[in-house]
């Protein structure tokens, strides 16, 4: 359990990092100044920065929470697949683990973001950012006339969540399988995280989809 908290305050502190160094580079301060600009009164926006900076700290709070209440939602689900198709034992810290380690692979969205738009898109806005997702659905269609409806969904389908699916199927696999069982340790795993998680992250893009198109 030390260890996988460990990893998970790993997680925690390369992903602000991360999403500090963004902000930086990518100068999102002034874009977020000039989008605002079109609506606010120059003493509004300085109001807001303001206000913005004072409470800072609290993001440094909500990344890890957010990120916590996700694998522990996922190990969550895997924990029931696992209990329905598993014979072995798996306990909810070991899939808490798998987890937090495929989380790992998500760092290079925020990674190549970056590169994206430092080195090849260097004239961007900010709904540019917002919208971008690497290896995704979304970068092939475009998001400009998409209904907001479909953005989220289009932004789901990318080749990291496509990997995240496979390094989770590999690690429970290895967790799940018997000698009692048929076939192979990753066919076993990809079972069971398509029965648990992919039905869970259906029901949650629908969910998403449905709040988006009626708040719009």
Known sequence: MKSTFTKYLSLCIVLMVLTELTKYVLNFDALFYNSLAENLTSKQIENLFFFQKKWQWVSYTIIPLLLLLKTTLVASVLYIGTFF??????????????????????????????????????????EDLQYFFPLSAINIIGYQGLETW??????????????????????????AFTEKDNGKPMDLGFKIVASSYGSALLLWVVAVMFFTLNYS
């Open 85 to 126: 198709f598993s014979k072995a034992k798996v306990t909810f810290k070991q899939l808490w683990d798998v987890t937090i380690k495929a989380e790992f692979i998500f760092l290079a969205v925020g990674i190549l973001k970056i590169i994206w738009f430092y080195f090849f898109q260097t004239n961007y806005t900010l």
């Open 150 to 175: 479909f953005v989220y969904p289009l932004q789901t389908l990318n080749l990291f969540e496509l990997t995240y699916w496979l390094l989770l199927s590999y690690f429970v696999g290895k967790l």
